[in-house]
C-alpha cells in the first residue's frame, strides 16, 4: 500500500508569454534580455483544473550553463530568465544561442508539465490527501440496543467510547494513507457523542446539532474520499441491528428516484453532489450488503458485528473492531481511485412513507409536498441539496 502504479486521466495544459529586449552598443557592448512565463494546470478527478508546483529557473553566465530545476512556491509557473552582456562583435552568436536555449527550455518544460497527467507514476503515500469521516453509532462494535445510543441510557457511556474508538481508528487509518486534512462529523442523535478530548489532535471534530447539511456537514468538493463509521441497515431491514431511517418512530421507508435507501445512501448522494466517493464503510453486514449493492463492488466494508434480529449480535470486540477499521480505511483510501462518486441525476424526487397517516398529513403543510398515498408525500427538485433540506423539514414536521 502506498506503492501502487497510479495512472491519471487528467488533461494538461499550458500557456504563457516571452518578452525578449535587445540593446545595441550600450557603451562598447550590447545586452540581451530575455523573460518567458508559462502557466501550467491541470485536471484532477472532478475535471477542474489546478495549477501545478513545478517552476524552472535558469542563471546568466557561460553558454554551457544549463536550466537549473527546483520544487518551489511558485504554483503553477514556469520561469526562464537571461541577462546577458557581450562584445559587439560577439553579439550574434551570444544572441542566437541563449535565444535558441531558451526556447529550447520552455519548449521541453511544457512537454514534461504537460505529459504529467498521462504519464504513470510511482507514489508514496498522497500529499494533500482531504479525508472526510462521518460517525454514526447505531453501527459501532458492541452496541445492539437503543439505550447505548441515547444520552443518559443504560451504557451509554462506554458506547460513545467505543465510538471515539472506532473514529480515532478511522483517523489513524487516514493518517497511514497520507492524509494531511481529516475532519470528522458527529453524526448521530444530537451528535454530541463523540469524546472530543479523547479524537485524535490531527483531525477536525463537528460536533453539535442543527447542523444544514446533518450528517454530512462540512462535505465540499475540496475533500477527496468519504468514510462512513458505524453506520445501520435501512428501516426494514432482516437482521439489521437497531435498523431504522433517520427515525425509528415516523420513518417506514424513503425512496429516491424510486429507489429504496437509507441514511447512508442519501449521504452519498450529498458527498457525491460535491464530486467526492465514499471508500468505506464500517458496520453491521447486513448494513455492509446494502452499502456495495447501491454504491459498487469497489466500496471497501467493514463488517464488525452479525445481527441477529434487531437487538442481539455476534460482535466483533471494539479493540479488535478498531484495527480493522484502521487497516481498511488506508486500503481505501489508497485504493480510491477505482471509486466513483455517487452523484444525483439532473432531477431527484423523494417519496417518504410514514408509520401513521397523520404524519403524511402534517408534511403537505409545507409547500410543494404533495400527498401520494394515505401515509405517503412526495417532492421534487433539480438541486439534491434542496430535495435533502427539504427531506429534513418534512422529517421534522411529521415527528410534531
Not at 467526492?276 to 455492509?288: Q, R, Y
Not at 469497489?298 to 442481539?312: C, D, E, M, S, W
Request: aromatic share 10%.
Amino acid at each position: 500500500m502506498g506503492d501502487e502504479v497510479v495512472l491519471s486521466v487528467g488533461w494538461g495544459r499550458a500557456y504563457g508569454a516571452e518578452l525578449f529586449f535587445r540593446e545595441q552598443d550600450l557603451r562598447g557592448w550590447n545586452l540581451i534580455l530575455s523573460y518567458t512565463y508559462v502557466r501550467s494546470e491541470f485536471s484532477d478527478h472532478r475535471v477542474q483544473y489546478n495549477r501545478t508546483h513545478f517552476a524552472a529557473h535558469t542563471r546568466a553566465g557561460s553558454l554551457k550553463q544549463l536550466p537549473e530545476l527546483s520544487w518551489n512556491s511558485n504554483p503553477g509557473l514556469f520561469r526562464v530568465f537571461f541577462f546577458v552582456f557581450c562584445r559587439p562583435d560577439q553579439n550574434e552568436l551570444f544572441m542566437n544561442s541563449f535565444v535558441t536555449m531558451n526556447r529550447i527550455a520552455i519548449f521541453v518544460a511544457a512537454i514534461a508539465i504537460l505529459s504529467l497527467s498521462f504519464y504513470p507514476v510511482r507514489v508514496h503515500g498522497d500529499e494533500g490527501l482531504r479525508v472526510y469521516i462521518s460517525v454514526d453509532m447505531e453501527g459501532v462494535a458492541g452496541v445492539v440496543a437503543s439505550d447505548q445510543v441515547r444520552a443518559g441510557g443504560h451504557d451509554y457511556s462506554l458506547a460513545r467510547q467505543w465510538a471515539t474508538l472506532e473514529a480515532n481508528a478511522a483517523i489513524q487509518g487516514a493518517l497511514d494513507a497520507g492524509a494531511t486534512y481529516i475532519v470528522v462529523n458527529d453524526s448521530h442523535g444530537g451528535m454530541r457523542n463523540l469524546i472530543a478530548s479523547e479524537i485524535n489532535p490531527a483531525a477536525r471534530l463537528i460536533t453539535g446539532s442543527p447542523k444544514p447539511l446533518s450528517m454530512m456537514e462540512g462535505i465540499g468538493e475540496n475533500f477527496d474520499a468519504v468514510v462512513f463509521i458505524g453506520y445501520h441497515a435501512r428501516a426494514g431491514s432482516f437482521d439489521g441491528v437497531l435498523d431504522h431511517t433517520y427515525s425509528s418512530a415516523s420513518v417506514y421507508s424513503i425512496k429516491v428516484n424510486g429507489q429504496e435507501m437509507g441514511e447512508a445512501g442519501i449521504n452519498a448522494l450529498i458527498a457525491g453532489y460535491y464530486g467526492v466517493a465514499v471508500v468505506m464503510v464500517s458496520g453491521d453486514e447486513v448494513f455492509c450488503e446494502q452499502a456495495r449493492s447501491l454504491l459498487g463492488e469497489h466500496l471497501v466494508t467493514t463488517p464488525v458485528k452479525q445481527g441477529i434480529g434487531r437487538t442481539a449480535a455476534n460482535t466483533l470486540v471494539p479493540s479488535r473492531a478498531a484495527e480493522l477499521i484502521r487497516e481498511n480505511t488506508a486500503l481505501a483510501l489508497n485504493g480510491r481511485g477505482r471509486a466513483t462518486p455517487f452523484r444525483p441525476g439532473p432531477e431527484t424526487s423523494l417519496e417518504v412513507s410514514f408509520l401513521f397517516s397523520s404524519q403524511a398529513q402534517s408534511a403537505t403543510l409545507i409547500p410543494g409536498v404533495d400527498r401520494t398515498g394515505p401515509r405517503s408525500v412526495a417532492f421534487a427538485r433539480e438541486d439534491f441539496i434542496e430535495v435533502f433540506q427539504l427531506l429534513r423539514a418534512v422529517l421534522l414536521i411529521a415527528r410534531d
